[in-house]
C-alpha cells in the first residue's frame, strides 16, 4: 500500500515561494497519478494540481495556474509542488494523493478518483 509524506510547509510573507514535496513509499510511484489538494479553515478541501503518471499530463486550478508548477522526479518517488507569488488566500494544509493507473496519461482533478493521501503539510502566508 502507497503511503505518502508531504515536507516543507511553513510560513511565509505574500509574495514569497515554498516548495512543497510528498514522498512515496513505494518503488512503483511511476506507475501513479499524482495530485496536490489543499483545504483552508473552514471550507472543503479543494483541487490545486495534477500530473499524470509519467508526467506529461498537467492540469492546474485557475486559482494557482502560472503561480504554482506540480512536477514529480520518479527516480526519487518523489512529487513537488513549486508554490511562487503566494498569496494569503493559499493558506491551508495541503495534501498530496496518489492513484495507481495502466494509463500514464491519466490525471485527475476530483479528490474522489484518488486512493491514496498523506498526513498534509500546513501553509500559512502572512499578508
Known amino acids: 500500500q502507497e503511503q505518502l509524506v508531504e515536507s516543507g510547509g511553513g510560513l511565509v510573507q505574500a509574495g514569497g515561494s515554498l516548495r512543497l514535496s510528498c514522498a512515496a513509499s513505494e518503488s512503483t510511484f511511476s506507475t501513479y497519478a499524482m495530485g496536490w489538494f489543499r483545504q483552508a479553515p473552514g471550507k472543503d478541501r479543494e483541487f490545486v494540481a495534477a500530473?499524470?503518471?509519467?508526467?506529461?499530463?498537467?492540469y492546474y486550478a485557475n486559482s494557482v495556474e502560472g503561480r504554482f508548477t506540480i512536477s514529480r522526479d520518479n527516480t526519487k518517488n518523489t512529487l513537488y509542488l513549486q508554490m511562487n507569488a503566494l498569496i494569503p488566500g493559499d493558506t491551508a494544509v495541503y495534501y498530496c494523493a496518489g492513484r495507481r493507473v495502466q494509463n500514464g496519461d491519466w490525471y485527475a482533478i476530483a479528490a474522489g478518483n484518488y486512493d491514496y493521501w498523506g498526513q498534509g503539510t500546513r501553509v500559512t502566508v502572512s499578508s
Open positions: 500530473i499524470s503518471s509519467n508526467g506529461n499530463f498537467l
